[in-house]
């Protein structure tokens, strides 16, 4: 049972290069989600998706871009990188219907640091 | 915007030692969810209150969920060096989102 695993774990760039943070599950969840962690603000969501092709901006979307061409993946691409992006990035999913109960299953998160 | 504040935002303390932190917020929600998060690893649910005034009893941590559903509380009961890690707590905010509070960081010392 794989669940949900994120890649890289850790991750050091450059201002302005591109970074891809890879979200993969295995649940086959309807929902996926994109938060950023920084102390003192908790989980702070960037993205959501509720299905394949389906997203939608979360409270801090700037500077941030989605995709979700299949059901399992969620990539999070950074298009130019900024130093107020250093943060630890973490992937969630969830079921749909009422009885998944906004419960949200995440990933072990990624480190980034933009230098 | 639902917020959820939380209190403390840290705290260290002693095993043995008993400990209560708070998630307050000014919206009604119509659920609290508690997740712990171990270092180097992501938030993991540890219960959710659905009804006003409900207890729920994991071992020692003890979960209560406000009266008027705007706040909710986490009880350590004897604590242990393995209760260390961060606590969070989060509502419900449609299609399956959750907000989550500012956490709280507890460090349980031998």
């Known amino acids: 049972d794989a669940g949900i695993t994120q890649s890289p774990r850790y991750k050091i760039t450059e201002t302005g290069r591109q970074v891809t943070l890879m979200c993969h599950q295995t649940w086959s969840h309807s929902y996926m989600f994109w938060y950023r962690q920084d102390l003192g603000h908790g989980l702070r969501l960037i993205y959501y998706s509720a299905a394949a092709d389906i997203t939608d901006k979360g409270e801090v979307p700037d500077g941030y871009v989605v995709s979700r061409s299949k059901t399992e993946n969620f990539p999070l691409t950074l298009e130019s990188a900024t130093r107020s992006q250093t943060s630890v990035y973490f992937c969630?999913?969830?079921?749909?219907?009422?009885?998944?109960?906004?419960?949200?299953?995440f990933g072990a998160g990624t480190r980034l640091s933009v230098l | 915007t639902q917020l959820l504040e939380q209190s403390p935002q840290f705290l260290s303390i002693q095993e043995g030692e008993n400990l209560t932190v708070y998630c307050n917020s000014s919206?009604?929600?119509?659920?609290l969810q508690w997740y712990r998060q171990e270092p180097g690893e992501g938030p993991v649910l540890l219960v959710t209150v659905v009804t006003g005034g409900e207890v729920k009893k994991l071992k020692r941590l003890t979960f209560q969920f406000g009266d008027a559903r705007k706040d909710s509380s986490l009880h350590i009961t004897a604590a242990q060096p393995g209760d260390t890690g961060l606590y969070l707590c989060?509502?419900?905010?449609?299609?399956?989102?959750?907000?989550f509070g500012t956490g709280t960081r507890l460090l349980v010392s031998p």
């Open positions: 919206s009604v929600f119509s659920s």
């Open positions: 989060a509502g419900p905010t449609g299609f399956q989102k959750l907000v």
């Open positions: 969630a999913s969830s079921r749909e219907g009422r009885l998944a109960k906004n419960i949200q299953y």
